[in-house]
C-alpha cells in the first residue's frame, strides 16, 4: 500500500522534467544546424493519484505493482507536422543510450477501431536521486498535430459519455479521424513537392555554372 504519494510520484516528476529539456534540446539542435525540424512542440505530465487508482482499479494492477505494470505514470507527447516526421523522431529515440524503448505499438499502421492515431513508446528511463539510481517507466506519445486535434476532441467526448459513444458520435468520430489523416497525407505530399522543386531548381542552377 502507498502511503505517501508525493514521495512516490517524485522520481517521476523528476523523469518527465528531464526527458521534456532532452527532447526540446533535440529540436533546438536540428534549428541551430538549419535542418528540418521533426519535433513541433513537447509536453509532459505525471498521472494525478486519482487516474492512477481508477486505471489500477480497471487494469487489475495492485498498488505494489504499479512501478512494473504501469508504464504511462510519467507521460510524454511529441507533436511533430509531418508523419514521416514522427518515424525520424521514433528512430532518434531508439538509438539514444539514455533511455531504453521496451514497448512499441504502432496505432499509425495499425489505428484503433475508434480511429485513434498515434505511435506509442514505452522506455525505461534512469533517475539519478541521491539514493541512487532508479528505473522508471514512462510513454511517449508521437503524433502529428491533426491527429491530437482529433484525440483531444475525442478525449473530451469519452469523458462525457463516460466511453459508451452513441452510433453516430462513433462514426463521426471515425470519419473525421479519416480526415485528420487525409489532412496528413496532403501536407507530406505538398513538403515532397516542394522539396522535389527546390532540388530541381538547385539542378538548373548547377547547369547553367
Same mark, same amino acid.
Request: net charge negative; proline share 3%; charged share 30%.
Given at each position: 500500500?502507498?502511503?505517501?504519494?508525493?514521495?512516490?510520484?517524485?522520481?517521476?516528476?523528476?523523469?518527465?522534467?528531464?526527458?521534456?529539456?532532452?527532447?526540446?534540446?533535440?529540436?533546438?539542435?536540428?534549428?541551430?544546424?538549419?535542418? !528540418?525540424?521533426? *519535433? =513541433?512542440?513537447?509536453?509532459?505530465?505525471?498521472?494525478?493519484?486519482?487516474? @492512477? $487508482?481508477?486505471?489500477?482499479?480497471? &487494469?487489475?494492477?495492485?498498488?505494489?505493482?504499479?512501478?512494473?505494470?504501469?508504464?504511462?505514470?510519467?507521460?510524454?507527447?511529441?507533436?511533430?507536422?509531418?508523419?514521416?516526421?514522427?518515424?525520424?523522431?521514433?528512430?532518434?529515440?531508439?538509438?539514444?543510450?539514455?533511455?531504453?524503448?521496451?514497448?512499441?505499438?504502432?496505432?499509425?499502421?495499425?489505428?484503433?477501431?475508434?480511429?485513434?492515431?498515434?505511435? !506509442?513508446?514505452? *522506455? =525505461?528511463?534512469?533517475?539519478?536521486?541521491?539514493?541512487?539510481?532508479?528505473? @522508471? $517507466?514512462?510513454?511517449?506519445?508521437? &503524433?502529428?498535430?491533426?491527429?491530437?486535434?482529433?484525440?483531444?476532441?475525442?478525449?473530451?467526448?469519452?469523458?462525457?459519455?463516460?466511453?459508451?459513444?452513441?452510433?453516430?458520435?462513433?462514426?463521426?468520430?471515425?470519419?473525421?479521424?479519416?480526415?485528420?489523416?487525409?489532412?496528413?497525407?496532403?501536407?507530406?505530399?505538398?513538403?515532397?513537392?516542394?522539396?522535389?522543386?527546390?532540388?530541381?531548381?538547385?539542378?538548373?542552377?548547377?547547369? =547553367?555554372?
Amino acid at each position: 500500500m502507498i502511503r505517501d504519494w508525493e514521495d512516490f510520484l517524485a522520481p517521476y516528476e523528476q523523469a518527465v522534467s528531464e526527458l521534456k529539456v532532452k527532447l526540446r534540446g533535440i529540436r533546438k539542435q536540428y534549428r541551430e544546424q538549419n535542418k !528540418h525540424v521533426p *519535433i =513541433e512542440f513537447v509536453t509532459g505530465r505525471v498521472k494525478p493519484v486519482d487516474s @492512477i $487508482l481508477t486505471k489500477s482499479k480497471l &487494469r487489475g494492477i495492485p498498488l505494489d505493482r504499479l512501478e512494473e505494470e504501469m508504464s504511462d505514470i510519467a507521460g510524454l507527447r511529441i507533436m511533430c507536422q509531418f508523419v514521416e516526421d514522427i518515424h525520424q523522431v521514433v528512430d532518434l529515440l531508439r538509438t539514444r543510450h539514455d533511455m531504453k524503448v521496451i514497448i512499441e505499438r504502432d496505432y499509425i499502421t495499425n489505428k484503433k477501431a475508434s480511429g485513434y492515431r498515434s505511435y !506509442h513508446l514505452v *522506455i =525505461e528511463y534512469p533517475v539519478q536521486l541521491i539514493d541512487g539510481e532508479k528505473i @522508471i $517507466l514512462a510513454e511517449i506519445q508521437i &503524433r502529428t498535430l491533426a491527429m491530437n486535434f482529433w484525440a483531444t476532441i475525442e478525449h473530451s467526448l469519452n469523458y462525457k459519455y463516460q466511453g459508451e459513444f452513441p452510433d453516430e458520435i462513433s462514426e463521426r468520430l471515425r470519419r473525421s479521424a479519416e480526415a485528420a489523416y487525409q489532412l496528413d497525407e496532403i501536407q507530406e505530399a505538398q513538403r515532397l513537392f516542394s522539396h522535389g522543386k527546390g532540388n530541381h531548381k538547385e539542378q538548373r542552377q548547377g547547369d =547553367e555554372v
